[in-house]
C-alpha cells in the first residue's frame, strides 16, 4: 500500500510541474467540469495541447471523463489524489522545531 | 520520494520531568510556548485547544495521560479541510536524564489511507461479514 501511495502522489506532483497542466486543473477546480473546447476558450493555450494533457491527467487518475458524445466530452477533477499528496505536503510543514524551542526558552526563563 | 507518515525529535532540557510535564500538559503551560491561548481536559477522551492571535486555532483530543511520562493527543491536520475527519497522533515521552529531561515528540498518521482505498478495504469487510453471518444463519436455520 505505501508503495501505491506513493505512486499516487508522485503523479499529482508530476502533473503540478507543468504549468499547463496547473492552469487545466485549476480551471476545472474553480470552474468545475469542462470540455476540451471550454477549457481551450478559457485558457491560452490550444485545443490539441489542452487535449494532449487531459489524455495524460485521465491516466494519471486526476480527472476523469464524464460519458458522452466525444467532442462534448466533459472532463471532471477528481480530488482523491490531491488530497493524498496534501498529506505529504502537511507532514512536511509540520514544524516541530520552532515550537519545541519555544518549549526550551519557556522553561529557561522560569528556571 | 518516501512518504513522511512519522516525525521524530529529542532535546535535552535542563529541568525535571514535573517541570516538563506541567509545561505540554496544562493551560497555563500550552499557552506559554506553543498556542497563545489554551484549554486543556487533561483525561484520555478530553478535549483541548489552542489558539493564535492571527485567528487560527487547532482543536485536539487528549489520548493518553501516563504522569510523568506519556502525554498524547490527536489533532486536525491543519493544511487538509476542515471538515476532512483524518488526525495526526503526538506522543510526548519523557525520561529522566540526570536532573533534567530527555523529551521526545513523535507526530505518526501523515500517511493514512485514502480515503476510496479505505472504502475498499472497510466495504470488503462488510460484504465479507455479511455473507458469514448468513451462511450462519442459513446453518442454524437447516437444523
Known amino acids: ?111 | 520520494m518516501g512518504f513522511p507518515d512519522r516525525i521524530e525529535r529529542t532535546m535535552e532540557l535542563a529541568h525535571p520531568p514535573a517541570r516538563v510535564w506541567a509545561a505540554l500538559t496544562t493551560a497555563e503551560g500550552l499557552a506559554a510556548w506553543f498556542g497563545e491561548e489554551a484549554a486543556i481536559d487533561l483525561r484520555p477522551g478530553g478535549a483541548a485547544w489552542m489558539r493564535w492571535a492571527n485567528g487560527y486555532s487547532v482543536e485536539m483530543r487528549v489520548e493518553r495521560v501516563e504522569e510523568p511520562t506519556v502525554f498524547g493527543f490527536t489533532w486536525q491536520i491543519e493544511e487538509l479541510p476542515e471538515e476532512d475527519p483524518r488526525r495526526t497522533y503526538v506522543e510526548f515521552t519523557l525520561e529522566p536524564a540526570g536532573a533534567g529531561t530527555r523529551l521526545t515528540v513523535v507526530e505518526t498518521g501523515f500517511a493514512q489511507l485514502p480515503e476510496d482505498a479505505y472504502r475498499k478495504v472497510y466495504d470488503g469487510h462488510t460484504e465479507g461479514w455479511g455473507r458469514e453471518l448468513g451462511e450462519m444463519a442459513g446453518y442454524l436455520d437447516a437444523r
Not at chain 1, 480530488?79 to 516541530?96: C, G, N, T, V, Y
Open chain 1, 1 to 111: 500500500m505505501p508503495d501505491e501511495i506513493e505512486a499516487i502522489a508522485e503523479q499529482v506532483f508530476a502533473a503540478l510541474a507543468d504549468p499547463s497542466r496547473r492552469d487545466i486543473l485549476a480551471a476545472l477546480a474553480s470552474g468545475g467540469p469542462a470540455t476540451a473546447t471550454d477549457l481551450a476558450t478559457r485558457l491560452p493555450i490550444t485545443r490539441q495541447a489542452i487535449a494532449k494533457h487531459l489524455a495524460l491527467l485521465t491516466e494519471a487518475g486526476l480527472v476523469t471523463a464524464e460519458p458522452g458524445e466525444r467532442r462534448r466530452v466533459r472532463y471532471r477533477l477528481r480530488s482523491a489524489p490531491m488530497k493524498l499528496a496534501q498529506q505529504f505536503l502537511a507532514a512536511l510543514a509540520r514544524d516541530w522545531d520552532s515550537p519545541l524551542d519555544a518549549l526550551k526558552e519557556h522553561l529557561d526563563r522560569g528556571a
